[in-house]
Each structure stands twice: as structure tokens, then as C-alpha cells.
């Protein structure tokens, strides 16, 4: 067992903190509260390459994988530079489509979203199912050579920057268990048919959110994404890299804010010693420090189980737990230590609390990875 990172992944770090911090999380957040995007810092990532990292080399990706862009996720966010979209289109619609689209499809995307030249939204929650996919009734109905799209989407990330959304609807439904029968479509931003409106939220991040009206949108029946009906299996391996890079964002956050505290902590003196020295201050951000550090070994495990081609879920969804409640932890304490100076706009933390308070809501909510291992790895009965 290797603890230590090869040479590449410690400079591919290395590279994308030196990029980010370049940018600064004064550059992310004025852009956020401007109403703008973080084009410059999302082109200064693509230049390299950093964007497609986990891309397969014949589409002109790195061909590494989930551990390297997790890399990246966490390095920007550890600069106060969380990138949604990085979730969202090489990590979710870069891995489904690797994965289970036909050849003609990977040829057309996969270039794009390894350059960072197309971005890809994800849109699988709904206003009445939630965390309950298999309630879906976002419906594609097939008419030829065309499927008809018709629902509703809920808290879509960055809609307005994506050329494609990677859509989850459902085709059928399961005689004997009722469940919806998914089935995964690529439909363009600008669709006819397709309406997005913007839902307002106490988050500062430049990617916008949007709920999707989906009226009888028309889709190729070759912009289907795999078999019909096996959209949930397909979708669930894009949501493994969706929670590792989810909990790669929040320990990214975590080291952000624990690093402002500590060196805060070494320098504000109000009692003739600084106030790290009073252990009030001092043991709260050792316990943070510990507790990411945990969440970072298990975000690591998870993305190794997953490029190892092994059974990721379980380590996906703890990594994605304890990442969740080590940041809330450390941006918490860290505004603590901060006093009234943690409220401000200058120190740079309380306008990251909506982004870290988000980690233990989505993509996946802490009760239902708490639901995940009550069920799978203790074998405890379903409640729900
Ligand atoms: C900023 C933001 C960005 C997002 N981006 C995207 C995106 O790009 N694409 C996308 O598809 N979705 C996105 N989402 C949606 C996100 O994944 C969902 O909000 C999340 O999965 C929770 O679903 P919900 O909001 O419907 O909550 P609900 O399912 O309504 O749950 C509400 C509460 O009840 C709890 N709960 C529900 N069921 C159970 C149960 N069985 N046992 C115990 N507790 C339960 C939940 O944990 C939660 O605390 C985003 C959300 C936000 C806020």
C-alpha cells in the first residue's frame, strides 16, 4: 500500500494550485457576486489540459483518471475556487459517455469536454422525486427516429455556460416494482422546446442554477446514451466520480479555510500571546485538520477503487460523507477563530459558507449515504 502520490499527480497539484492561486478566490468570488462566469480561470485550466485529465488519450483527454481530476477539484477549491461545472461535465458526462456512448458519440463529445471547449450540464433531480430517482417523470417517448422529452429538472448547475445537458428520463416503468426505467439523453442548451429558468440561491459560485421545462423537446434517437432502460446502471457509474470529486471540492474548501485560520491564529494577539495559543482556538483546528485528513484518505480510496476498476460505491459515498462534515467543521471554526473579522467580505470565508453548507446537501445528501451504509454495509432493514 502506497501512501504517497507519483511524481506526476504531485505536479499535476502543484501546477493547478499555482493556476488558481494565480486567480485567487478574490478574482472567483468578485466574478460570483457579479453575476459572472469563471471563464478566464476555466480557460487557464483547459490550456494544459487539467480539465480533461480523466479523458481517454484517443479523445485528446490525459488518459489518467478520477484520482487526477479529483487532484484538480480539490486544488482549485483549495485556492477558494470551486468549480461545479468540473463536476458536472468531465467527471459525470465525460464518464458516462467514455463509458457506455457509442463511438459516433465519443468522437463528438469527448474532444471538447477533455479541451474544455464544450461543457456538458447533468440533469437528473426533479421538483416530486428528489433523492428518489426511481420516481422520475421526466418522460422521453419515442416517435421514429426521434424521442419526445417532456418534464421537469430541478437545481441544475451551470445551464447557461453548458453547450449539452446529459439528461436522465424515463422510458418505461417496471411492471412488478413501479420503478421508472431510465434511460440517458444528450439534448442540446438550445433546443427547441427547452426553457430554463434561474433559481436564486444563497451560494457564491459563479455557476448558476436553473430548473429545465422540457416541452415535447425533440431529441435524435442517435443521441441516446447506451441501451434504453439501463440508464440507472449507466448513471450510477457516472455518480461514483460525481461524489469523489463532489468530496474532493469540500476537502478542498476544508484546507482553504483552515489554512486562513491557522495563520490567523498565529497572528492576531489580544492577550499579549497570539490567539492560537489559547487551546479553545488551537484544539478545534486540530481536530479539523484531523478530520479532513481522514476525509481526504477516503476520497483518495474511493478514486483508487475506482480507476482500479473495482466496487467504488461504498468508499464513494463515505468519502463524500466525511468530506461534507469536515468542511462544514473547518469553514465553521475557521470563521470562529476569525471573530467578527470571519464575517467579513476581506477574509474571504463567510461567502464560501453557502458553497460548503451545499456539501452535505448535494449531489447526494448525507442521509442517504447514511441510508447507504445502514442498508448495504451493516445489512440494517429499509425504512423508506
Ligand atoms: C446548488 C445546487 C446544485 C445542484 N446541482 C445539480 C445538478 O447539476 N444536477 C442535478 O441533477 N441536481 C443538482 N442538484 C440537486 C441535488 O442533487 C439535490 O438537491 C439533492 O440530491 C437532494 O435532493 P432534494 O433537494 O430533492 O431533497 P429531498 O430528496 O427532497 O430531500 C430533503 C431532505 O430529506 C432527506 N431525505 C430524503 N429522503 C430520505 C430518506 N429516505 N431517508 C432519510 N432522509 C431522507 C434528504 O437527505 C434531505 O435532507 C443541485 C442542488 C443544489 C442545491
Same mark, same amino acid.
Given at each position: ?6 511524481d506526476?499527480?504531485?505536479?499535476l497539484r502543484?501546477?493547478?494550485?499555482k493556476?488558481?492561486?494565480s486567480?485567487g ?5 468578485e466574478?460570483?457576486r457579479?453575476g459572472g462566469?469563471?471563464?478566464e480561470?476555466?480557460d487557464?485550466?483547459a490550456?494544459?489540459?487539467?480539465l480533461g485529465? $480523466?479523458i481517454?488519450?484517443?479523445?485528446g ?5 478520477i $484520482?487526477?481530476l479529483?487532484?484538480?477539484c480539490e ?6 475556487c470551486p468549480?461545479?461545472l ?5 467527471a459525470?458526462?465525460?464518464t458516462v459517455?467514455?463509458?457506455f456512448g ?5 468522437a463528438?463529445?469527448?474532444p ?9 450540464a447533468?440533469?437528473i ?6 433523492s428518489? $430517482? ?5 418522460t ?5 427516429d426521434?424521442y419526445k422529452?417532456?418534464?421537469t ?8 455556460e453548458a453547450?449539452?445537458i ?7 416503468t417496471?411492471?412488478t416494482?413501479g420503478?421508472?426505467?431510465l434511460?440517458?439523453?444528450v ?5 427547441h ?7 436564486p ?5 459563479p ?11 425533440e431529441?435524435a ?6 441501451n434504453?432502460g ?5 448513471v450510477?457509474f457516472g455518480?461514483n466520480?460525481?461524489r469523489?470529486?463532489?468530496?474532493s471540492i469540500?476537502n478542498?474548501l476544508g484546507r482553504?479555510a483552515?489554512e486562513?485560520?491557522a495563520e490567523?491564529?498565529?497572528?492576531r494577539n489580544v492577550?499579549?500571546q497570539p490567539i492560537g495559543?489559547?487551546q ?7 481536530i479539523a485538520?484531523?478530520?479532513l ?6 476520497t483518495?480510496?474511493?478514486a483508487w477503487l475506482?480507476d482500479?476498476?473495482?466496487?467504488a460505491g ?13 468542511a462544514n467543521?473547518?469553514v465553521?471554526?475557521a470563521?470562529q477563530t476569525h471573530?467578527?473579522n470571519g464575517?467579513?467580505t476581506e ?5 464560501v ?6 456539501q452535505r446537501i448535494a449531489?447526494?445528501?448525507r442521509?442517504m449515504?447514511?441510508?447507504?451504509v445502514?442498508?448495504?454495509t451493516?445489512?440494517?432493514?429499509? $425504512?423508506?
Open positions: 500500500m502506497d501512501f504517497v502520490e507519483s506526476e499527480q504531485a505536479l502543484e501546477s493547478v494550485a493556476i488558481a492561486a486567480f478566490h478574490g478574482y472567483y468570488a466574478r460570483a457579479a462566469r469563471a471563464t480561470l476555466w487557464a485550466l490550456e494544459p489540459g487539467y485529465v $480523466s481517454p488519450e484517443q479523445f483527454g490525459g488518459g489518467q483518471g $484520482s487526477e479529483a487532484i484538480v486544488e482549485l477549491a483549495a485556492q477558494g468549480l461545479l468540473l463536476v458536472v461535465s468531465p459525470i458526462a465525460g459517455i467514455a463509458r457509442h463511438a459516433e458519440q465519443q463528438r463529445w469527448l471538447g469536454i477533455a479541451a474544455g471547449t464544450t461543457k456538458f447533468f440533469a433531480t426533479e421538483p416530486d422525486a428528489g428518489n $430517482s426511481h420516481r422520475l417523470s421526466t422521453a417517448t419515442r416517435d421514429g426521434i422529452l417532456n418534464g429538472k430541478y437545481f441544475i448547475s451551470g445551464v447557461d453547450d449539452h446529459l439528461v436522465v428520463t424515463r422510458t418505461g417496471d411492471e416494482t420503478r421508472g426505467k434511460s440517458l439523453f439534448v442540446p442548451t438550445d433546443a422546446g427547452l426553457t430554463a429558468d434561474v433559481i440561491v444563497e451560494i457564491n459560485a455557476e448558476k442554477q436553473y430548473t429545465l421545462f422540457f416541452d415535447d423537446v431529441v434517437a442517435t443521441d441516446l446514451v447506451g434504453e439501463d440508464g440507472l446502471f449507466q450510477f455518480l466520480p460525481e469523489i470529486t463532489g468530496a469540500a478542498g482553504y483552515l486562513k485560520a490567523y491564529a498565529k497572528t492577550w499579549g495559543a489559547h479553545g482556538i488551537a484544539h478545534p483546528l486540530a485538520k484531523i478530520q485528513e481522514q476525509a481526504r484518505l477516503l483518495q480510496k474511493a475506482y482500479a476498476g473495482l466496487d461504498e468508499a464513494a459515498n463515505m468519502a463524500k460523507y466525511a468530506a461534507g462534515e469536515a467543521f473547518a465553521d471554526q470563521i471573530g467578527g464575517m467579513t477574509f474571504g470565508l463567510a461567502d459558507w453557502g458553497m460548503v453548507r451545499l449531489p447526494v445528501s442521509e449515504v447514511l441510508n447507504f445502514a442498508q448495504h451493516l445489512g440494517l432493514p429499509k $425504512s423508506y
